[in-house]
C-alpha cells in the first residue's frame, strides 16, 4: 500500500498543472453551490480550501495530459479573455494570442524541422528562427512559427516548449500612436539602448521593447527574471532585422 501511495504522489507531484485549471475548477465550484443549510455551507467552504483546489488542480491536470480532458472552445476563449483583460491593452494582447496559440495547443511529438517551420513565415521574417534558437536553452523544441489572429490583430509568432515551460515570441506591427509609454507603461531596464518593458499575470511573465514600426514580446511561464534575461539576449538580432524591414 505504501509504495502504491508513493507512486501516486511521485506522479502528481511530476505533473506540471496547466495555468487554467485552478481558474477553471474555481468557476465550476462556484457555479454548482447551491443555498443550503448554514452547516453544509460551512463544510463546503471548508473543502474549497486552497488544499483541496491543488489536489484538484493536480488530478485535473493527470486527466488532461493523459487525454481524458478537453476544455471546450467556449471555455478556452473565456479563459483567454480574464486573463488577458488585466493587463493595459498592448500587453494583454501578447498573452492573450500566447495563450491561444501555445497553450491550448496539442503538439506534435516530434518537432517539425527547421525548413518546413520556415515556409510557415513571410519570406522576411524567417531570419527570426535562428535568432531566437541561438538564445533559448538547447533544451527547447520549435515547434510553430506562423501568422495569426487574435482579437483582431496580425502577429508573427513563435513558440517553443520543453519538458516543463512554452515559450512564445509574439511580434505585430505598431499602429498609430501606439507605444508602451503611451500606456502608462515605464521601462523596467535599457538593454543595449533599448527600453525593455515587464508585466505578468497568473504564472505568465512578458517581457516587451519597441522598435519604429514593431511591438516585440517574449511571453511565458517561467520566473519574470529568466523571462526577462532570455529576451535582453534577443532584442539586439530582433531590432536589427525588424528595422531593416522599416515601418
Not at 479573455?81 to 503538439?107: E, P
Not at 517539425?112 to 513565415?121: D, I, R, S, T
Not at 506562423?146 to 515559450?167: A, D, K, M, T, Y
Not at 514593431?214 to 531590432?239: C, H, K, W
Request: glycine share 6%; net charge positive; charged share 15%.
Amino acid at each position: 500500500m505504501n509504495d502504491n501511495n508513493n507512486r501516486l504522489k511521485s506522479a502528481v507531484d511530476s505533473v506540471t498543472v496547466p495555468p487554467f485549471l485552478e481558474a477553471r475548477i474555481r468557476s465550476q465550484i462556484q457555479a454548482v453551490q447551491q443555498p443550503r443549510p448554514w452547516f453544509f455551507r460551512l463544510a463546503t467552504l471548508k473543502l474549497a480550501s486552497v488544499g483541496l483546489v491543488a489536489v484538484l488542480c493536480a488530478g485535473t491536470a493527470l486527466a488532461y495530459h493523459a487525454g481524458h480532458l478537453r476544455l471546450t472552445k467556449a471555455s478556452k476563449t473565456s479563459y483567454v479573455w480574464s486573463v488577458s483583460n488585466r493587463l493595459v491593452s498592448l500587453m494583454g494582447a501578447a498573452l492573450g494570442d500566447h495563450i491561444n496559440c501555445s497553450v491550448f495547443r496539442k503538439y506534435p511529438k516530434d518537432a517539425p524541422a527547421v525548413a518546413v517551420l520556415e515556409q510557415k513565415l513571410p519570406a522576411e521574417y524567417r531570419e527570426l528562427i535562428p535568432i531566437v534558437q541561438s538564445q533559448v536553452p538547447s533544451d527547447y523544441r520549435l515547434l510553430i512559427s506562423h501568422q495569426c489572429r487574435w482579437n483582431g490583430r496580425r502577429f508573427i509568432h513563435l513558440s517553443l516548449e520543453n519538458s516543463s515551460h512554452v515559450l512564445s515570441v509574439v511580434i505585430s506591427r505598431r499602429k498609430d500612436g501606439e507605444s508602451f509609454g503611451a500606456e502608462g507603461l515605464l521601462p523596467a531596464l535599457v538593454q543595449a539602448d533599448i527600453p525593455m518593458y515587464q508585466s505578468g499575470v497568473q504564472r505568465f511573465a512578458i517581457t516587451a521593447f519597441e522598435t519604429p514600426g514593431y511591438l516585440v514580446y517574449f511571453v511565458s511561464d517561467l520566473p519574470q527574471s529568466e523571462n526577462t534575461r532570455i529576451m535582453q539576449a534577443m532584442a539586439p538580432g530582433m531590432q536589427s532585422l525588424l528595422n531593416k524591414l522599416g515601418a
